[in-house]
C-alpha cells in the first residue's frame, strides 16, 4: 500500500550549480558565422557623415570606437569629461562637495588595480573588437580560459582582464570584459591579427539628360584592405539596379536619362590568400557601398536683349535769301484771305525817288507745325527662372543683376544650388534669389 507526504516549501533547499562549458571555434582565416563577430574602431575627428564614414561589418567604424571608449576606457583616456556637482546637494549616499567629478554615464566595470588600460587616441588610431554570442558564455566569460592562437602568435588572458601574448615576449596587446564577452585589441601592432573586410565607399556623380552613356568606375571607390579585389563579382540592388549593368573592370553603365536623382546599393567580393589557412583563396565581402547618381536638364542656352528707340523725322529751316533782288519781287499768292481790310483813303507816303531801290517787303517762311515723335511701347525686363538643386523646384528666379547663361549656377547664402531652368517676364508667384555664381559644391543641396 502506497502513501503521500505532502512537502512543504521550507522542506525545500535550492543549491546553486556552476557549470562551465568549454567552445573551441576554428576560423581561417575570418569568422563568417553568427557566435563571433571581429569589428573594427577607429578615432576619426570632424564631422560624422552617414555617407562617407567607414563602415565594418555593418558598424560605423567611428561609433565602434566612441562606445568602447566610453563603456571601458573613459577614466584612462583623454576625452574624459568633467561635472561640475558643486550644485548639487549633499546627503548620506552623495558627496555634492565643490569639485569637478566623473559624469554619471562612467562605470567601472572591472577595479582590480592589477588591470592595464591603454587605449590609442592619436588621430586615426584603431582598435579591434572580438564580441563573442551570449548565447555561448553565458553569465560571463570564465577568467583563465580564453585563448586566440595561430602561427604567429599566443593569446590569453591572465585571469585579470589582460590581454597578454606568450609567443611574443609576454606583449600586452588588450584586454577582456569578461561580463560582456568582448575582448579589445588595442596594441597598434596587433591591428591586422585578423584580416579586414573590403570597403565599399559611398560616391556621387552627375550626368546632364543627353550625355551618352553615363558610366560610373566603381574601381576608384572600393579598397580591398586585407584583400585582392575581385571586380568581376561587383553585384547591385534597389530600385534602380535593373537601369544598371556592369563590366568585368568595375565599369557602370546607367540607362536612364530622365531628370532626378537616383540610389544605387552595391557590394563586392576581395580574395584573401593566407599561408597559415593554407593556399586556398578566402572571401570576404563588402559592406554595402551608395552610389548616387544625378541627373539633370540640359538647358543651355543664352539670353540677350536689345532695346531699339524710334527718332523723330528732322525738317529743315527754310533760309531767305541774303541778296536783293534786280527786279521787281513777286509776292507770293496767299492761300488765304487777308484779315486787314484794304485802306479807303490813298496812303500818303511820296511814292519813292527813280534813284532808290525798290523796298522788298520781309519774306516770312511759313511755320511748320511741331511734330511729336511717336511714343514706344516699353520692353519688358527678362529674367533668368532657377530650379533648386534639392528638390527640382521652378519656382525662383535670379534677382543679383544681369542675365544668367545655360551653364551657370547659383549658391544662395541659405546654402542651397541653383541652376538655369529658363527665361521669365512674369514673376508672379516666384522667391528672388541672390547669391554666389557659380561655385556649387559636388551634389545638390
Known amino acids: 500500500m502506497a502513501s503521500f507526504k505532502r512537502l512543504k516549501r521550507s522542506d525545500v533547499i535550492s543549491v546553486p550549480y556552476v557549470a562551465n562549458k568549454n567552445w573551441v571555434f576554428d576560423y581561417c582565416p575570418y569568422p563568417k558565422d553568427q557566435y563571433i563577430k571581429l569589428y573594427k574602431g577607429t578615432n576619426i575627428t570632424g564631422s560624422f557623415s552617414t555617407k562617407y564614414d567607414a563602415v565594418t561589418e555593418g558598424q560605423y567604424e567611428r561609433l565602434i570606437y566612441s562606445q568602447i571608449n566610453h563603456l571601458f576606457y573613459q577614466n584612462y583616456s583623454s576625452s574624459n569629461q568633467n561635472l561640475n556637482t558643486s550644485s548639487l546637494v549633499s546627503s548620506l549616499y552623495y558627496d555634492g562637495a565643490s569639485q569637478n567629478r566623473l559624469t554619471g554615464s562612467y562605470f567601472n566595470y572591472n577595479d582590480n588595480p592589477g588591470l592595464i588600460r591603454t587605449l590609442p587616441t592619436g588621430a586615426m588610431d584603431g582598435i579591434r573588437v572580438l564580441s563573442i554570442n551570449q548565447d555561448l558564455y553565458g ?140 593556399t586556398e583563396n578566402k572571401t570576404l565581402t563588402s559592406n554595402q557601398g551608395i552610389l548616387e547618381i544625378i541627373i539633370r536638364c540640359n538647358c543651355g542656352f543664352n539670353v540677350s536683349v536689345v532695346e531699339t528707340t524710334t527718332s523723330a523725322p528732322t525738317t529743315p529751316p527754310t533760309t531767305p535769301p541774303t541778296t536783293s533782288p534786280t527786279s521787281a519781287p513777286v509776292t507770293p499768292t496767299p492761300t488765304t484771305a487777308p484779315t486787314t481790310p484794304p485802306p479807303t483813303t490813298a496812303p500818303t507816303t511820296p511814292a519813292p525817288s527813280s534813284t532808290a531801290p525798290p523796298t522788298i517787303p520781309p519774306t516770312t517762311p511759313p511755320t511748320s507745325p511741331p511734330t511729336t515723335p511717336p511714343t514706344s511701347a516699353p520692353v519688358p525686363p527678362t529674367y533668368t527662372l532657377l530650379t533648386r538643386c534639392e528638390d527640382f523646384s521652378t519656382t525662383y528666379y535670379w534677382a543679383g543683376g544681369g542675365v544668367l547663361g545655360g551653364a551657370d549656377q547659383v549658391w544662395s547664402a541659405g546654402g542651397y544650388c541653383y541652376f538655369v531652368a529658363g527665361s521669365t517676364i512674369d514673376l508672379t508667384g516666384l522667391t528672388p534669389i541672390y547669391g554666389t555664381l557659380n561655385i556649387c559644391p559636388s551634389g545638390c543641396y
Open 139 to 278: 553569465q560571463q566569460v570564465l577568467p583563465y580560459a580564453f585563448e586566440l592562437s595561430s602561427s604567429v602568435y599566443y593569446v590569453k588572458d591572465d585571469g585579470i582582464g589582460n590581454l597578454i601574448d606568450y609567443k611574443n615576449s609576454n606583449t600586452y596587446i588588450g584586454n577582456i570584459f569578461y561580463s560582456h564577452g568582448i575582448a579589445v585589441v588595442t596594441h597598434q601592432d596587433y591591428q591586422l591579427m585578423w584580416p579586414l573586410p573590403p570597403l565599399a565607399q559611398f560616391k556621387q556623380v552627375e550626368f546632364l539628360d543627353t550625355t551618352t552613356p553615363k558610366t560610373v568606375d566603381l574601381s576608384t571607390s572600393i579598397d580591398g584592405r586585407s584583400g585582392q579585389v575581385d571586380l568581376t563579382s561587383l553585384e547591385v540592388s534597389g530600385p534602380y539596379a535593373s537601369l544598371c549593368t556592369i563590366s568585368p573592370t568595375g565599369v557602370l553603365t546607367f540607362n536612364a536619362s530622365d531628370p532626378g536623382i537616383y540610389t544605387i546599393y552595391y557590394i563586392f567580393d576581395a580574395i584573401i590568400i593566407d599561408s597559415s589557412c593554407g
